[in-house]
């Protein structure tokens, strides 16, 4: 699994003119699912990122996790994360087919429900609108093969 985890002041996502997914503060999530990636790994990322200690203490410095600052995640398929991009044209063969995907991408969304996070979404596969409020800007990069 790949991630993208943008801190947000806010976020949101359209599908067809209506706002169907929407936070305040929280992370942005851009989340690819590979065909060999497993739900141990929707679980390991979900830990890491409820985990992930990116707000700004009262000193200014990067060490609170999403709880400390009652955040939330806005969760976003994104195959595109495992594009093939040695031609012009990026091919996808590296992203796991919607049968796979589907399960594991309510798999994540689901484990970091059962840590307490409040979770929105988009609709898989959906021609969606992301609008986002970058904070910091501060945007990590997680790949469950690496972490």
Request: hydrophobic share 45%; net charge negative.
């Amino acid at each position: 699994m790949r991630a993208v985890v943008t801190r947000v002041k806010e976020a949101s996502v359209e599908i067809e003119g209506r706002i169907c997914g929407q936070i305040q503060v929280g992370y942005l999530i851009l989340l690819g699912i590979a065909p060999e990636d497993t739900w141990e790994d929707a679980a390991h990322l979900a830990e890491k990122v409820v985990h992930l200690r990116v707000f700004s203490d009262e000193n200014g410095k990067m060490n609170r996790a999403l709880a400390e600052v009652d955040g939330a995640v806005l969760v976003i398929s994104q195959f595109t994360l495992f594009a093939d991009l040695k031609k012009r044209r990026p091919g996808f063969s590296k992203a796991a087919k919607p049968e796979h995907a589907i399960p594991l991408y309510e798999a994540f969304m689901k484990e970091l429900r059962e840590r307490c996070v409040h979770v929105e979404c988009g609709a898989f596969g959906a021609d969606m609108q992301v609008s986002s409020l970058n904070d910091g800007p501060v945007t990590l990069l997680f790949d469950t093969t690496e972490v």
